[in-house]
């Protein structure tokens, strides 16, 4: 296969959320047997077909960079993590539907990821208030996927679905919910696959169609691949 044009995605969260397991659905369509701690950053790739059954359409390579860590971290674990930082094109915020601090995290990974986690304390949330101004600038696509959907029993799926509809919305970014055991949740045709086929649109007319807003401010274009195909490197 000739090489391919590719854009980078970040897919970020707390442990144990279940980031590898969602990389591993998205990339070769399988339920991943048994998942592990994600130890510095671990990638994979996803062909990508952006606008799929036009005229324009065309093959990208997608890579999903599952950043490991604790948003709580030391300044120095930080450090070390920006790295993985440098040059992205898009960005998916995983958390756990069954945790719901797991959710509130993801504002304290996203502003981490862009360069603006400008307080010492990390805090960025309070009693569930929410500064939206943080992201007002912000041209990073964005999508929103809460996992273990299968463990909300039906009688608390409403109450939870609404909660996190208002969190996609703070992030002007569209959700998806899922289950990564099951792959049916991301099946060709369904609302979900046509979301994440949506996002990838975006981030791909985001790095190669506009001139502006492809990259994250302050972090230069700095770090390429050669031609070939990328699959499952590891970061330590």
């Given amino acids: 296969m000739a090489s391919l044009d590719r854009v980078k995605v970040l897919v970020l969260g707390d442990s144990g959320v279940g980031k590898s397991s969602l990389v591993h659905l998205l990339c070769q369509n399988q339920v991943l047997g048994n998942p592990s701690w994600t130890v510095g950053c671990s990638v994979d ?97 964005l999508l929103v996927i809460g996992t273990k959907l299968d463990q909300i029993h039906e009688t608390k799926r409403h109450e939870v679905l609404t909660r996190t509809a208002f969190l996609a919305e703070d992030f002007n970014a569209e959700e998806i919910n899922l289950d990564c055991t099951n792959p049916r949740y991301l099946a060709a045709g369904s609302s979900n696959a046509v979301k994440l086929s949506r996002f990838f649109d975006k981030v791909i007319e985001k790095r190669y169609f506009l001139r502006e807003g492809n990259q994250i401010p302050g972090f230069p274009d700095r770090k390429r691949f050669g031609g070939g195909t990328l699959k499952s490197f590891h970061y330590d």
Avoid: C, M
Avoid at 63 to 68: I, K, N, R, S, Y
Avoid at 82 to 101: E, P
Avoid at 108 to 136: C, H, I, M
């Fill in 45 to 141: 790739v996803r062909v990508h077909d952006y606008k799929e059954g036009t005229p324009e359409e065309k093959a990208y390579y997608i890579e999903l960079w599952d950043v490991g860590g604790s948003v709580g971290s030391a300044s120095s674990v930080k450090s070390t993590r920006a790295v993985f930082y440098n040059s992205v094109n898009g960005i998916i915020l995983v958390h756990d539907l069954t945790n719901k601090k797991s959710s509130q995290n993801l504002y304290r990974w996203s502003l981490e990821a862009l360069n603006k986690d400008l307080v010492p304390t990390g805090v960025l949330v309070t009693n569930g208030d929410y500064d939206r101004e943080q992201f007002a600038d912000n041209q990073i696509p």
